[in-house]
């Protein structure tokens, strides 16, 4: 006799095909590969938008063919000081002394008629230090291209639109998440996939294309749309194509791949100096991954959820041809019946008793005063954690040292930070190893803002270390926010919780701008907000090993002395995908 239909779950399925062989390790493999493409659009800006080495132009000294952005008169010229390795760097980008007009004819001429021979005959009587004055031509360094020297971005004044720019980019992803999630659920995992990443290449290419700052805005902005949707999507393909014991380690490696991603910008940027160029090194390969739509499945998972059980037992078959299994007459039987019952009408998703189900939670939630203490809480700490994640990640740039190296290691530092995550979600509960972490990068980051002046080393390793505490407390808020929502609200749970979190992403850009007015300030404020957010984070219900809360009141309950079920704790509650999933 087949088994029933409400009994044959997908889990049961793929202990018969295999929770992660053959097929579905080549798939993982492909759906991981555009992700390293949607993490570097993510942070382009960080160099398409930088701003470069400049200075402004002496047209009494400049050569006026190739001027040197180094050169021994500068101190007679700009405001500004040199290190201890002689390497002049002006106070203000846009500030020069003015000319001395009285200044003798006859030294005036003999200066002009030399320049092109000997500039360096440029001298303190030229200028007065007393009268520092605006000047409207500048002198690059050699090296980076920007959108800065396109436009003409230049100045104090015009540092707020390079901010901007990552400003707009967290606004698309706050707008592509929203969007694409309900269109996946409703269009299908694939398809959703990738329409996301073509648009992520195409508006990218458009980018380089644009023709004024504005224009690069819009195509900035639709850009980080389409990539907003390339990660969630890989990681929910991925998550539901495996069996409960490997969907840790999709979540895991998956992040992997992200934080690969990141690092190849900063590795990027370092050869392809013009910002131009790099944008299209990073939005033309995505396009050749039109070829998914003939390579990577559908998710089973969905196919089922809408009664497409033919197209679903195709993939399940295909996935046993791979894996080298054998499935057994009851699974074929019981899709025989899931397709004669469907074509009977009996499947019928009561939509409008869930709907009414989801609005009771909500209305049950705001009642409770415990629970909009402890998730105002989680909203507090998750914009938190995406101001500093970003922020950090932004704020390399401007450690002493080799920028392109820097950002590539603060990127790197993702890796260990995730599996320390795993570790200690694991070992520590939820409550201590969100609240460790945090204060890990709250002690660093302050550490790291005092020591302006010391061994660079040990300011970019507490840099450094302060990038793995906050990755790990990202990592651990996620399960951890999903773990205190009742089920009937837990996806849209998390889903508000990481669009509040991109809310507050949006202010990370213009955090590094801070250093202008006191430079240890940036890294001080993201270690103050981390060390309350760790304190406050004490203060939550501990959920490692407890029932995942059905109801509002099982939630409520949480708060209570917690009653250890056995099998429970012999099994991690990280099964449901939603647990898993990561903003960035």
Known sequence: MATPVAAMDFDDILKEIGEFGRYQRVNYLLICLPVLFAAANSLSYVFTAGIPKYRCHIEECDDAEQPQYQTEWLDYAIPGKRDKHGYFTPNDTCLRYATNYNYSETSMQQHWNLQWQRPQECNASMFLPQQPQRCQQFVYDVGDHTIVQDWQLTCKENTWKLAFVGTTHFAGLVIGTAMFGYLADRFGRKNIFLFCTIFMGLTGIAQALAWDYISFLVFALLNAVGTSGVYPLAFIIGVEMVGPRKREMTSIVLNYFYAVGEALVGLAAWLLTNWKHLQYALSIPPLFFVVYFWLVPESVRWLLARNEHEKAGAIIRRAAHVNQRELSLELMASFKQQ??????????????????????????????????????????????????????????????????????????????????????????????????????????????????????????????????????????????????????????????????????????????????????????????????????????????????????????ALSKKPEIDPVIANNSTSTDSQQNESII
């Open 339 to 556: 397709h004669l019952e469907v074509a009977e009408g009996k499947q019928k998703l009561p939509m409008e008793q869930q709907d009414r189900q989801i609005w009771t939670a909500i209305k049950q939630v705001f009642a409770s005063s415990s629970l909009i203490w402890r998730y105002t809480t989680l909203l507090f700490i998750w914009a938190v954690n995406a101001i500093v994640f970003y922020g950090l990640s932004l704020n390399s740039t401007n450690l002493s040292g080799n920028k392109y190296l820097n950002f590539a290691l603060v990127c790197l530092v993702e890796i260990p930070g995730y599996t320390l995550a795993w570790l200690c979600l694991r070992k520590l509960g939820r409550r201590l190893a969100l609240s460790g972490s945090l204060m890990l990068c709250a002690v660093t980051c302050a550490a790291s803002g005092y020591m302006t002046s010391g061994a660079n080393w040990l300011i970019t390793t507490l840099f450094l270390l302060g990038k793995l505490g906050i990755t790990s407390s990202f990592a651990v808020i996620y399960t951890y926010t999903a773990e205190m929502m009742p089920t009937v609200i837990r996806s849209g749970g998390v889903g508000v919780m990481s669009t509040f979190a991109r809310f507050g992403a949006m202010l990370a850009p213009f955090v590094p701008l801070l250093g202008s007015y006191y430079e240890p300030l940036p890294l001080l404020l993201f270690g103050g907000v981390s060390l309350v957010a760790g304190f406050l984070s004490l203060l939550l219900p501990e959920t490692f090993h407890r029932k995942l809360p059905d109801t509002v009141a099982e939630a409520i």
